[in-house]
C-alpha cells in the first residue's frame, strides 16, 4: 500500500519567515495531494490539495509543489505568522470514488513573533 | 458553511465494553470515512462507506469494529469489545463526489479513553 514520509517533524520560524514542509510517498498511482493543517485539540482542516495533473498550485501565502517523477510534494508558507502554528498532515491518494488517504507523520510548525 | 459533527466530543469505558461513536456527515455527500489518530501520532484510515456497503478497510478494522447508517443522517462507528489500545481521537469525515470528489471534510472528532 502507500508510505508517505514527512519531514521535517518540527519546524521553529521568526514570523515573517518561510517555511517549507516536504513529504514523499511510494505509490507512483497516488495522484491527490492534500495538505491538512491540525490546531491543537482540533479537526484536521483541509489548507490546499494539488492534483497530479498540476505542477504547482497558490492560494494567498500557501503553496503546494508536486514532482511527480521524484514522487515529492512539498508545502510552501512565506510570510509566516504565529496563528500559523499547528501540526501541518501531507496525505496522498489514488484517484477513485472514495479516496481513501494515507497521511504523513505531521510537522509541527512553531512561528514566533 | 456547513460541518461535520461528532457526539460525544469524548468517551470514557471500560476495556472489553461496547462503544458507538456517532457522526453527521454534510448533509449532501455520499463517501463516509473513519480514521483514527493515537495522541500524538498520524491520523490513521480506517473505514470508508459509500451505497450502504463498506468500500474499503484497513487491517486496523478487524472484526471488532462495525460501521453503519441507521437512517438518513447519522453514521456510527461500533467497537464491540474494547482494548486499551483502542484510545485514541475518532474522526469522521466525508466527501462530495462529483462536485469534490477528493476533499475530505473531518469533524471535530470523539476522545475514545479506554481505561
Known amino acids: 500500500g502507500e508510505n508517505v514520509e514527512q519531514h521535517p517533524s518540527t519546524l521553529s520560524v521568526q514570523e515573517g519567515d518561510s517555511a517549507v514542509i516536504k513529504c514523499t510517498y511510494s505509490?507512483?498511482?497516488?495522484?491527490?495531494f492534500p495538505w491538512y493543517k491540525q490546531e491543537l485539540g482540533k479537526r484536521p482542516q483541509l489548507i490546499i490539495d494539488?492534483?497530479?495533473?498540476?505542477g504547482e498550485k497558490k492560494d494567498q501565502r500557501i503553496a503546494v509543489t508536486l514532482n511527480k517523477t521524484a514522487k515529492h510534494f512539498s508545502l510552501h508558507i512565506t510570510e509566516t505568522q504565529p496563528e500559523d502554528s499547528a501540526v501541518y498532515f501531507c496525505a496522498a491518494s489514488i484517484r477513485s470514488g472514495y479516496s481513501t488517504l494515507t497521511f504523513g507523520k505531521g510537522t509541527m510548525l512553531l512561528v514566533s513573533p | 458553511e456547513p460541518e461535520v459533527t461528532q457526539t460525544p466530543s469524548h468517551q470514557v469505558t471500560q476495556m472489553g465494553q461496547e462503544v458507538i461513536l456517532r457522526c453527521v456527515p454534510i448533509s449532501n455527500h455520499l463517501y463516509f470515512y473513519w480514521y483514527r489518530q493515537i495522541l500524538g501520532q498520524k491520523v490513521e484510515f480506517l473505514v470508508s462507506?459509500?451505497?450502504?456497503?463498506?468500500?474499503?478497510k484497513s487491517e486496523i478494522f478487524d472484526d471488532q469494529f462495525s460501521v453503519e447508517r441507521p437512517d438518513g443522517s447519522n453514521f456510527t462507528l461500533k467497537i464491540r469489545s474494547t482494548k486499551l489500545e483502542d484510545s485514541a481521537m475518532y474522526f469522521c469525515?466525508?466527501?462530495?463526489?462529483?462536485?469534490?470528489?477528493?476533499?475530505?471534510?473531518f469533524g471535530p472528532g470523539t476522545r475514545l479513553t479506554v481505561t
Open positions: 469525515a466525508s466527501s462530495d463526489p462529483p462536485r469534490a470528489i477528493y476533499e475530505q471534510y
Open positions: 505509490d507512483s498511482a497516488s495522484n491527490y
Open positions: 494539488i492534483r497530479s495533473n498540476v
Open positions: 462507506f459509500y451505497n450502504n456497503e463498506i468500500s474499503e
